[in-house]
């Protein structure tokens, strides 16, 4: 039956082949449908799309442009809530004849903020089998999207800091909008974390400060020129509004009418998302990752106990608790790491960790920041207490099976072989590895911790790849690994962003067993379309159904000479897609 264990976590189907077309490729017995596709109506009465006549005001009604996240909640066995990340738009690809921020049509401009943020569609099942399409009819009441525009209330230690008050938010503790969400996670209690990463990129004429410069914000223009249409980009005007963004996201799919929050006690960096596990006693952890080369990883742990139930008290988890930073230590000889993968005498690349404290939500731990500063410029706290600096450290994952958890290095191409150390062994590291963390104890509230990197990706010809030890004629090629996900097995879900310039291969998804005699089978369920990068993954909860979002099919293309066209045909357009097995079985068997 569907919720019985698999006798074998080992997944069965045949991999599909490394290509280079435009189009989702399922193995044989599966199938797929787009579910959704950039500028679909999903607030009711929103109007068709019309990609020679958008506007600001239409897009904020339909769906936005490149999906990364993706989180499902069931509302009953055949409905249910999907929320889709807009990390960001390729302007190139959504308006003919576009050359930049600066020359562009300020309704574009309005256009490509109103993509941003976020989705929630309500789903309803093709009735007996894992597919799953948009609800069309009827109320759809739960269907909202979050843009540049919508209120964040500011929640946590640092909430109403001075360095979050602005001229239009004097009190620092309502933010418009949310930008560049990257990947994320779902919540014991329903809601949905979203990471904010990139966020530099919408300021123009940041003031020379330590901060900034750490955080990648510039003085001169950013290509997007979002300040043309909203004043608050421009940091030379307003410099507080940057330190409102690069945070932990938490917003409740549920509830159409709630006001979204920006979770302070997280940290502020460019984070890539955050994944909660209980710990034994029953509090959260959250693991993150600071997606930039050399940055690091994150964990918070909260103060209180999750309560099953109760809603409001579990809304409070994120506010109160530690934020501690990680740092690891190799356990073979230095000179054994020499950046060209070659495994040590000992076999592995592993060693043991500690999760430094930086602060609680009461006290500060590093010299000269406050909890409020630690919160803010957590960066430049981070700096003062040693981390080990990792290669752009993506998506964490906790494995439902075991409680290990799971940590996507994507790569790093500054990496000189002499940085190499064992945790990141390869330098430079073109294509990537998998970290995986065993907390003492089994325990997310640890603050020590075992480590080994199971996974070194690229073509698996190459010397410099290790699949755990496992025989690397019968596994597939990987590069770029970076949203990762769980089945009920145990089997780790790997979604690459980067695999055409790397090996020169679409993007894929991939599923490797992390458990037994199969650990290191790394096998490839789904390539996406032409210069497109795979994000989602997610495995529902019932198993029947895997949700993927090819994002930015054909960017390297233009309207007037697109390189992918994606889904329809005419020219590439963002989408989250589902797959399933038409005879109905588990995913991935
Ligand atoms: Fe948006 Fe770190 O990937
Ligand atoms: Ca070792
Ligand atoms: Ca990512
Ligand atoms: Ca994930």
Request: glycine share 12%; net charge negative.
């Amino acid at each position: 039956g569907p919720n019985r264990p698999h006798p074998s976590p080992r997944p069965t189907f045949k991999s599909v082949q490394p290509n280079n077309l435009d189009q989702v490729s399922v193995p044989g017995g599966y199938d797929h449908h787009v579910i959704i596709r950039w500028g679909d109506p999903v607030l009711p009465g929103a109007p068709e799309f019309d990609f020679e006549n958008q506007t600001g005001e239409a897009q904020a009604q339909q769906f936005g442009y490149n999906c990364d996240y993706v989180g499902f909640f069931t509302l009953d066995d055949d409905h249910g809530l999907l929320w889709v990340n807009h990390e960001y738009t390729n302007e190139g690809l959504m308006f003919a004849g576009y050359s930049g921020g600066g020359d562009a049509d300020l309704e574009w401009i309005r256009v490509a903020m109103a993509a941003h943020g976020g989705s929630v569609v309500e789903l309803e099942r093709v009735y007996g089998t894992g597919q799953w399409k948009l609800v069309t009819e009827g109320a759809r009441s739960f269907n909202r999207r979050i843009t540049p525009d919508t209120p964040f209330r500011v929640a946590g230690p640092a909430a109403g800091h001075q360095l979050l008050r602005t001229e239009a938010d004097p009190e620092g503790t309502r933010v418009l909008g949310t930008l560049n969400n990257c990947a994320g996670g779902m919540t014991p209690w329903g809601t949905i974390l979203s990471g904010e990463e990139n966020f530099h990129q919408y300021f123009v004429g940041a003031p020379a400060t330590e901060a900034n410069s750490r955080y990648g914000l510039r003085s001169g223009y950013s290509g997007r020129r979002w300040d043309r249409v909203d004043e608050r980009f421009d940091l030379a005007k307003h410099p507080n509004e940057a330190n409102r963004f690069g945070y932990i996201v938490e917003i409740d799919p549920h509830d159409p009418d709630s006001t979204p929050v920006k979770r302070t006690m997280l940290g502020r960096f460019k984070h890539e998302g955050a994944n909660v596990n209980l710990t034994e006693d029953g509090r959260v952890a959250a693991y993150m990752g600071d997606d930039e080369r050399f940055d690091y990883m994150y964990k918070f742990v909260s103060a209180k106990k999750f309560v099953e139930g109760s809603r409001k008290h579990n809304m409070t988890l994120l506010d109160t608790g530690t934020l501690y930073v990680a740092r690891l230590e190799g356990n073979s000889p230095e000179e054994e790491i020499d950046g060209s993968g070659t495994l040590p005498s000992d076999g592995e690349f592993d060693g043991t960790g500690e999760w430094i404290p930086l602060c609680t939500d009461t006290e500060s731990f590093v010299e000269g920041f406050s909890v409020a500063e630690v919160l803010i410029h957590t960066r430049l706290a981070a700096d003062k207490v040693g981390p080990t600096k990792m290669d752009r450290p993506e998506d964490f994952e906790p494995s439902p099976a075991t409680g290990k958890v799971y940590c996507a290095l994507t790569n790093n191409s500054a990496r000189e072989p002499g940085q190499a150390d064992e945790p990141n062994p390869r330098g430079p590291n073109k294509y990537g590895h998998i970290l995986e963390i065993i907390e003492d104890g089994a325990d997310s509230a640890a603050t020590t911790f075992t480590w080994n990197v199971p996974i070194v990706c690229g073509n698996p010809e190459d010397e410099d790849t290790y699949y755990a030890g496992y025989d690397k004629s019968k596994v597939m090629p990987i590069s770029a690994p970076d949203n990762v996900a769980f089945d009920k097995q145990g089997n780790l879900w790997i979604a690459t962003d980067g695999q055409p310039g790397s090996l020169g291969i679409n993007d894929a998804l991939h599923v490797v067993p992390m458990e037994g005699r199969f650990r290191g089978e790394l096998k490839t369920f789904a390539t996406v379309p032409f210069e497109a990068e795979t994000c989602g993954p997610l495995i529902t909860e019932d198993q029947k159904t895997v949700f993927l979002a090819p994002q930015h099919p054909g960017e390297n293309g233009t309207v007037e000479a697109p390189t992918s066209v994606w889904p329809d045909g005419d020219f590439p357009r963002p989408s989250v897609v589902c797959a399933w097995h038409k005879g109905g079985r588990d995913i991935g068997t």
